[in-house]
T-cell receptor, first 114, second 115 residues
Framework: EAGVTQFPSHSVIEKGQTVTLRCDPISGHDNLYWYRRVMGKEIKFLLH????????ESGMPNNRFLAERTGGTYSTLKVQPAELEDSGVYFC????????????FGPGTRLTVL | AQSVTQLGSHVSVSEGALVLLRCNYSSSVPPYLFWYVQYPNQGLQLLLKYTTGATLVKGINGFEAEFKKSETSFHLTKPSAHMSDAAEYFCASSRGGANAGKSTFGDGTTLTVKP
């Protein structure tokens, strides 16, 4: 069984540019989560999809961030326009159900905004 | 609001020594608690989790953790450290129920194992 994959593994962009991160969850996992770790601090929740619907997006920092999960499969997280404080590692995780099921994490995308 | 505190951002032990990584949580309701490990260039891997029932939880790679409600703690231990245990460890909590997917993480503890 393939794990959670994320693309790209690294991205370096200039302030003001747009970046799109992609996450492919484990097949059959309806729940998909985005998290972010900034400057070696704690990993913070961004949002949670159940299939294609946003179950909880309370962690999204502002309207420069847009997450989609069309068709309930892979998800994208777009940052437009990127700011310096957006730099960090963006993790995606998936689970079969969200009550007590294990969340499986991808390796993360390291985003650097210059 | 939930919070998770990991005491010590860096812990160093000798190979064969006891590993103790500390985690305290604050929650208004009984939480679900997790320990994850992250090796370089890899995703977070679940070591163990506590949801309900037995308070001593055994995980993979010889790790275990004990849920102590009176101390609001969930410390991670391993009797004998191995070089391969060197990694970053994260404690996390979630509230369960409808908010189960939203985990709150600590800052992480980097474990170094000296030969």
């Amino acid at each position: 069984e393939a794990g959670v994959t994320q693309f790209p593994s690294h991205s370096v962009i200039e302030k003001g540019q747009t970046v799109t991160l992609r996450c492919d969850p484990i097949s059959g996992h309806d729940n998909l989560y985005w998290y972010r770790r900034v400057m070696g601090k704690e990993i913070k929740f961004l949002l949670h999809f159940v299939k294609e619907s946003k179950q909880d997006e309370s962690g999204m920092p502002n309207n420069r961030f847009l997450a989609e999960r069309t068709g309930g499969t892979y998800s994208t997280l777009k940052v437009q326009p990127a700011e310096l404080e957006d730099s960090g590692v963006y993790f995606c995780a998936s689970s079969r159900d969200f009550l007590t099921d294990t969340q499986y994490f991808g390796p993360g995308t390291r985003l650097t905004v210059l | 609001a939930q919070s998770v505190t990991q005491l010590g951002s860096h812990v160093s032990v000798s190979e064969g020594a006891l590993v103790l990584l500390r985690c305290n949580y604050s929650s208004s309701v009984p939480p679900y608690l997790f320990w994850y490990v992250q090796y370089p260039n890899q995703g977070l891997q679940l070591l163990l989790k506590y949801t309900t029932g037995a308070t001593l939880v055994k995980g993979i790679n010889g790790f275990e953790a004990e849920f102590k409600k009176s101390e609001t703690s969930f410390h991670l231990t391993k009797p004998s450290a191995h070089m391969s245990d060197a990694a970053e460890y994260f404690c996390a909590s979630s509230r369960g129920g409808a908010n189960a997917g939203k985990s709150t993480f600590g800052d992480g503890t980097t474990l170094t194992v000296k030969p």
